[in-house]
């Protein structure tokens, strides 16, 4: 597989950690750099992970993988979007999001959005290619993305105000609604 189509096949797979971490990143009305970068790593590190688990595991679970993997994805994504939008509607006597994002949070979004880097890593062993450069591009990509996305969503979130952990909310519900319907009309 040459490097082009590594780098393409890369971003493609970064969009859903890039969406997730502006909506992250709406919510921080300071410019704090230390949590987008714990969110890049973690999903720079996911995203990695992922392909050379797939391509390790390769055709014994490919077929649950693709079966199944955009509903766990779904479910991930639902689940945070709700909780940030029901977070968004209590009463808080501060206006301003907390920055740092909760560890089992994080794990949950990085893996969320690394199901189909682990299905791009079946893919891979299918072909007979090797993993590893591909696998470290794609989380290089994500890694870089996702901060940039974070900083991004910072910037939009100092005027966007309180709604912004809603608008987060929703977006990442759209985007777990957006994964399931690709996978159902796969």
Do not use: N
């Not at 995203?47 to 509903?71: D, E, I, N, R």
């Not at 999001?97 to 949950?108: A, N, V």
């Not at 910072?154 to 309180?162: A, C, N």
């Amino acid at each position: 597989m040459d490097w082009i189509s590594v780098f393409l096949i890369a971003v493609g797979l970064s969009m859903d950690a890039f969406a997730v971490a502006v909506c992250k990143g709406l919510c921080v009305k300071q410019q704090a750099w230390k949590p987008g970068l714990r969110l890049a790593l973690c999903f720079g590190f996911f995203q990695f992970a992922m392909p050379m688990l797939g391509y390790f595991l390769g055709s014994a679970l490919s077929g649950f993988t693709l079966k199944y993997g955009h509903w766990i994805a779904f479910a991930l994504l639902a689940f945070i979007g709700t909780k940030m939008m029901i977070e968004s509607r209590k009463p808080r006597e501060e206006t301003v999001c907390e920055p740092k994002i909760p560890l089992k949070e994080l794990l949950l979004l990085g893996l969320a959005t690394s199901i189909d880097a682990f299905a791009a890593g079946v893919s891979i062993a299918l072909l007979g290619e090797p993993c590893f450069g591909p696998s470290v591009t794609i989380g290089l990509t994500t890694l870089t993305i996702a901060f940039f996305g974070f900083v991004f969503g910072g910037k939009i979130g100092s005027w966007l105000g309180r709604k912004a952990e809603l608008l987060g909310g929703l977006v990442l519900l759209g985007l777990g609604i957006k994964i399931l319907i690709e996978g159902l009309i796969r």
